[in-house]
């Protein structure tokens, strides 16, 4: 979700205020004593000049007051009704405050709103990402216990062919297979939200590992080569791995990748020539478990594996537009 932002003007840092209380404070006496200097005093009885200057001190302290409730202690007030207003509400409860009163303490509520959004927008995908998992994972525990159940029912007087068994045992076998590569991509997941140490792989190392795991693919390095990306080597390959998979998965034949740098970021555009991703599931292919491949195995849990890993090291992914065949990827690294 967009994080609010707080609106940027001009306002007193907290040390000014802290400085300019303390001086107004210290120049109360040195205007007391001032005035009583100026002014004799004749007679016991509180002269109108002495009542004149406590209503000046009465008035001066109550502006001193109210600088410091206005600039310091109502904003942060307010800044602690708003964190346990967002932990009854949740996301709706996202929002700026009406005054900050100093720079130290925009600049923390801001900090707090973007830290809110994040833990929000965190709460929710491990809610949906657990409810697919429970999907994911009965889906093939149920037809393992299915095909089981049949299996010991079976008895001399039904007896199964010998086709119909291997049926069910077969079922068994390619059940237990979709398991495995779910738990497996967990295992990836799971390790992809945790940065690993931290490195640089070059893309010609990357370059010549995916030859290494997918012959069967023409690859081929664009660009400068020699440029390395803020990933350590077993990231690199779990990144670059899955978006090998997946092209070949999709028919490809060609997979290249161009890289180039600046002074601040490297960025790696991935293509290849397999048949490419649908309008219609353009603005899916990042959910997890979604996959056009179900049938033949797929998890639909790589891009979003890809995405994680890129994130926890700083970096990003996006699906570009493409005109022809194939899919585009751009990788976006810190230096």
């Known amino acids: 979700m967009p994080v609010p932002k707080v ?44 009542m004149v200057a ?26 602690i009704a708003r964190t346990e207003e967002i932990a009854r509400g949740g996301k709706r409860a996202i929002r700026p405050l009406e005054s900050y009163g100093t720079r130290e303490i925009a600049v923390l509520s801001q900090s707090f709103l973007d830290l809110a959004g994040r833990l929000v927008d965190r709460t929710e995908y491990v809610r949906s990402f657990a409810a697919h998992v429970s999907h994911e994972l009965k889906s093939p525990l149920t037809a393992i216990r299915g095909a089981a159940e049949l299996l010991r029912d079976d008895d001399a007087e039904k007896a199964m062919t010998k086709a119909q068994r291997l049926h069910f045992l077969d ?61 350590p080597r077993e990231a690199a390959g779990i990144v670059f791995a899955n978006l090998a998979e997946n092209a070949f998965q999709h028919g490809a034949t060609l997979l290249e990748l161009s890289a180039s740098a600046d002074v601040r970021t490297t960025v790696v555009l991935v293509r290849d020539d397999g048949g490419g991703i649908s309008e219609a599931n353009r603005q899916h292919v990042f959910q997890p478990f979604f996959s056009t491949r179900r049938e033949q195995g797929g998890t639909g849990m790589g891009l979003g594996i890809v995405r994680a890993m890129l994130s926890s090291h700083g970096g990003t992914i996006r699906l570009l537009p493409t005109t022809g065949a194939g899919a585009e990827f751009e990788i976006t690294m810190p230096v």
């Open 171 to 231: 079922n068994i076998v390619v059940d237990a297979a979709r398991l495995d590569a779910l738990l497996l991509r967990l295992r990836e997941l799971a390790q992809a939200e945790i940065p690993l140490a931290e490195g640089k792989s070059s893309i010609r190392d990357i370059l010549s590992s995916l030859r290494r795991q997918f012959p069967s693919l023409d690859i081929s390095g664009k660009g400068d080569t020699d440029i390395s990306v803020a990933l």
């Open 7 to 50: 609106r940027m003007k001009w306002r007193p840092t907290l040390a000014l205020i802290v400085y300019v209380v303390l001086l107004a404070v210290m120049a109360l006496p040195i205007l007391i004593v001032i005035w009583f200097r100026a002014v004799e005093v004749s007679s016991n009885r509180m002269a109108p000049a002495e």
């Open 54 to 79: 406590l209503a000046v001190v009465f008035i001066l302290t109550l502006g001193v007051a109210y600088v410091l409730t206005r600039t310091i202690t109502g904003p942060i007030d307010a800044l």
